[in-house]
T-cell receptor, first 113, second 114 residues
Framework: SAVISQKPSRDICQRGTSLTIQCQVD?????MFWYRQQPGQSLTLIAT?????????ESGFVIDKFPISRPNLTFSTLTVSNMSPEDSSIYLC??????????FGPGTRLTVL | AQSVTQLGSHVSVSEGALVLLRCNYSSSVPPYLFWYVQYPNQGLQLLLKYTSAATLVKGINGFEAEFKKSETSFHLTKPSAHMSDAAEYFC????????????FGSGTRLSIRP
């Protein structure tokens, strides 16, 4: 299994600012993903965080708005840039462990005023 | 590409009744299929998954799901609903043997009537 921690667990931010969310895994993993869950909605994949190269973004998501870093096999960050109230969501990190099982982090609950 | 469709955004059953949550998938490769549960203000929990072994998959809390390739379905069932089963349920698909991204359905909210 993989134990995932995310920081911060929640935050309230002002419109126009940026927030960086950290995802730390207790073991090296092959794949890491970032998801968004808007209020009352399902999970939407934002991007695949690639170690040592640029992230792969899903349709509707762009690097300028959601820059992602993955410097090694246990850590990734997602930045939500120039935030607006529409960015209020839960942001989840997810990883695929050695047995090809996918695990989800506890999420970061973001509120933008 | 993969996608899932969950039929019914809200399902309500009586306590003790059969639970049936419907999920149909689309995949260009042999899929892996999942059911996740999310209790209010909590994270995602894996209920069960299909990875090309037995077509009838048993999960936690008495849930099971059957993979039917001919119907492209992966419906979730439980013989007897319990009040504690009230939650949001998500069907999800990924692209087969190699580790790959999981695509989620829109979710079904399950309510249990006393």
């Amino acid at each position: 299994s993989a134990v995932i921690s995310q920081k911060p667990s929640r935050d309230i931010c002002q419109r126009g600012t940026s927030l960086t969310i950290q995802c730390q895994v207790d073991s090296q993993v092959t794949m890491m993903f970032w998801y968004r869950q808007q209020p009352g909605q399902s999970l939407t994949l934002i991007a695949t965080a690639n170690q040592g190269s640029e992230a792969t973004y899903e349709s509707g998501f762009v690097i300028d708005k959601f820059p992602i870093s993955r410097p090694n096999l246990t850590f990734s960050t997602l930045t939500v840039s120039n935030m607006s109230p529409e960015d209020s969501s839960i942001y989840l990190c997810s990883v695929v462990a050695g047995n090809n099982e996918q695990f989800f982090g506890p999420g970061t609950r973001l509120t933008v005023l | 590409a993969q996608s899932v469709t969950q039929l019914g955004s809200h399902v309500s059953v009586s306590e003790g009744a059969l639970v049936l949550l419907r999920c149909n998938y689309s995949s260009s490769v042999p899929p892996y299929l999942f059911w996740y549960v999310q209790y209010p203000n909590q994270g995602l929990q894996l209920l069960l998954k299909y990875t090309s072994a037995a077509t009838l998959v048993k999960g936690i809390n008495g849930f099971e799901a059957e993979f039917k390739k001919s119907e492209t379905s992966f419906h979730l069932t439980k013989p007897s609903a319990h009040m504690s089963d009230a939650a949001e349920y998500f069907c999800a698909v990924s692209g087969g043997r190699s580790a790959s991204k999981i695509i989620f359905g829109s979710g079904t909210r399950l309510s249990i009537r006393p």
